[in-house]
């Protein structure tokens, strides 16, 4: 999501607001989280990783996370765009380290079902997750938002789990004890305007049926 909002949030303050200068940083929640409770960044655009003293979470928009896998591998399901999560298990994965959000609420599904999840590799979200995925070494889990950033919608194929619900909101993280300054709320309610924005659902054009798109 990030990535979605970066450039409209850039674009809009720099037409709108010109003597506003941005700082724009993009790392890990824990990270960031920090970083706001340390004074080092005014706020951040985080996945809600629940109470954290010092720190508040206004949340904005919550996603539903899916199994992403590149679509020339096989198909995990011969029709269809939802999977259980036994049949993902069959599969070899390409995930985040246990710190990232994505990986933590993957881990707690699959062991709340009794099922493993095979990690072939640990990758942060990026571009070599990317094509990883597309070369087909391996499936991951994302949120769409995250899907649009990276892939093109004929590059891979989006599979719901029909028997688990992942889900993770993303909330907007400023700190309890410094008020923001005039500027950055300014930036907020820009930030707030454009994710109110954001298509419903997250993707369109990531299915599993049809030709693979």
């Not at 990535?3 to 003597?19: D, H, K, N, T």
């Not at 919608?153 to 688990?164: G, K």
């Not at 005039?182 to 049809?210: F, N, Q």
Request: one cysteine or more; charged letters at 20%.
């Amino acid at each position: 999501m990030a990535s979605g909002v970066a450039i409209p949030l850039l674009r809009a303050v720099r037409e709108q607001f010109p003597a506003i200068q941005l700082q724009l940083i993009q790392n890990l929640t824990v990270v960031m989280s920090q970083a706001v409770l340390l004074g080092q960044v005014d706020m951040a655009l985080i996945y809600d990783p629940g109470h954290v003293k010092g720190v508040a979470f206004e949340r904005m928009v919550e996603e539903d996370f899916h199994l992403i896998t590149g679509a020339r591998a096989p198909r995990v399901t011969p029709r269809g765009d939802e999977v259980t999560l036994r049949q993902a298990a069959a599969l070899d994965f390409l995930l985040p380290s246990e710190v990232h959000t994505v990986r933590r609420i993957t881990d707690a599904a699959f062991h709340a079902a009794g099922l493993h999840c095979s990690i072939a590799a640990e990758i942060e979200p990026s571009m070599v997750l990317r094509e990883a995925v597309v070369a087909g070494l391996g499936a991951t889990i994302l949120p769409l938002s995250a899907v649009r950033a990276y892939f093109a919608p004929d590059e891979v194929r989006a599979y719901r789990f029909s028997d688990a619900r992942m889900r993770t909101g993303m909330a907007l993280c400023t700190s309890e004890v410094q008020p923001l300054s005039e500027p950055a709320e300014v930036v907020a309610g820009v930030m707030r305007g454009l994710v109110a924005e954001l298509p419903e659902g997250g993707v369109r054009g990531y299915r599993s049926t049809d030709g693979g798109s």
